[in-house]
């Protein structure tokens, strides 16, 4: 999606967010709520209700209640603002599927956990919960890639198998 936006506007900023539009946004494929959301917040942005620098000079609460109050963004997307932009190295993505997912696999936990489990689970990498979050995305975005070298080298051997015979 990013990606689509940066090829339409060049450089996104609050001002080539504006120029697109809801419609514009839309047409890249935002769903019309999603490009209410980033219209709004590009309009707030540049009318100076939201300062990205002072969010970048608050602590991890008072950023994470600035980010709150803006329409369109929740929890999840203000934990994930202060870890990916501002790079917070003590903050846990609340509600993050693929890392319930991943604590699951990994300490074979007989279910999914909840989202006060992991909060809870994760507080054992206080001061560095975001860190250890980036450790999991990148075990979680891994097996994936694991498993299908699993598969292909079962099918690699199979072939092999197949060759020996004839």
């Known amino acids: ?3 689509r936006l ?3 506007t060049r450089t996104v900023t609050p001002e080539s967010v504006l120029t697109l539009g809801p419609q514009g946004l839309r047409c890249l494929g935002l769903t019309r709520q999603k490009a209410s959301y980033a219209y709004g917040l590009a309009e707030r942005i540049l009318a100076g209700e939201i300062c990205l620098a002072a969010l970048a000079r608050m602590s991890d609460v008072e950023a994470r209640e600035a980010l709150l ?3 369109g963004v929740g929890p999840w997307t203000a934990d994930i603002y202060l870890v990916m932009a501002l790079r917070r190295p003590d903050v846990w993505p ?3 599927l693929a ?3 991943i604590l699951q ?3 074979r936990l007989p279910r999914l956990p909840s989202t006060a489990e992991a909060l809870t689970f994760a507080a054992r990498w206080t001061p560095w919960r975001a860190v ?3 450790i999991l995305w990148h075990a979680y975005l891994s097996e994936p890639s694991r498993l299908m070298k699993k598969a292909h080298l079962r099918r690699w051997r199979a072939r092999a198998a197949l060759r020996r015979t004839n």
């Open 69 to 71: 109050r803006v329409r």
């Open 94 to 96: 609340a509600g993050d």
């Open 6 to 8: 940066r090829e339409a």
């Open 105 to 107: 696999r990994t300490w």
């Open 132 to 134: 250890a979050a980036r």
């Open 99 to 101: 890392l319930h997912q």
């Open 1 to 3: 999606m990013f990606a």
